[in-house]
């Protein structure tokens, strides 16, 4: 193999490829880079990541650990330069933190997007927060969701109606609901047969 018992760990290697600015600046990776932008290179006999490599050369490791925490171990960037290798932009996370810091950045996918799925723009008026109980990190911090106003109401008056302050199921909904499991009850249970499709038995004559 031309890259055999660790040969291709050469810090020249990698620093020939990066571009070497001032020290608060991002030092963009000038090789090849993966489909979402971040630099890639042959190391420690796999396609190791631009800032993971930087950021080990940076602290003498040779391998970064697998799990923080419970989570899978990330590299994280503070300039949100997906090119950069500056090791003072990088610092050691999870990727629950590194998601977490997306969305507060405003740079996860979801919130780039104009609209939900039905079309409604994510105006402030249109736009709810909510922290469901299940949606708690087990570190206790809190994750919290958006939702559109517009599908809330008009799911809320497809579903439900009102009686005296209490919230009823709809006619509509309640159909909808026992269809779909019994559509699932079907796919778990080929051979069994729905209430409805068994033969009744003929009634005896007194």
Request: aromatic share 10%.
């Amino acid at each position: 193999m031309p890259w055999a018992n660790g040969a291709d760990k050469n810090p020249g290697r990698f620093w020939s490829k990066v571009e070497v600015l001032g020290a608060d600046e991002c030092w963009p990776w000038t090789a090849s880079s993966s489909n979402k932008g971040y630099g890639k290179l042959w190391w420690g006999g796999k396609c190791e990541g631009a800032h993971r490599i930087s950021y080990m050369l940076e602290h003498s490791l040779d391998e970064l650990p697998k799990k923080m925490d419970d989570s899978r171990v990330d590299i994280m960037h503070s300039c949100d330069n997906v090119k950069c290798v500056n090791p003072a932009h990088l610092s050691l996370g999870t990727a629950m933190l590194n998601q977490r810091d997306k969305t507060a950045k405003g740079r996860h996918h979801m919130h780039q997007r104009k609209t939900c799925k039905y079309g409604h723009e994510w105006t402030d008026e249109n736009t709810g927060f909510m922290a469901p109980p299940s949606m708690k990190a087990k570190d206790g911090k809190q994750w919290v969701s958006r939702y559109c106003k517009t599908c809330h109401s008009k799911r809320g008056k497809n579903y439900y109606y009102t009686v005296d302050g209490k919230r009823r199921q709809t006619d509509e909904y309640k159909k909808r609901k026992n269809a779909r499991r019994r559509e699932l009850y079907a796919e778990r249970n080929p051979n069994a047969k729905l209430r409805g499709e068994m033969p009744r038995k003929p009634k005896e004559s007194k």
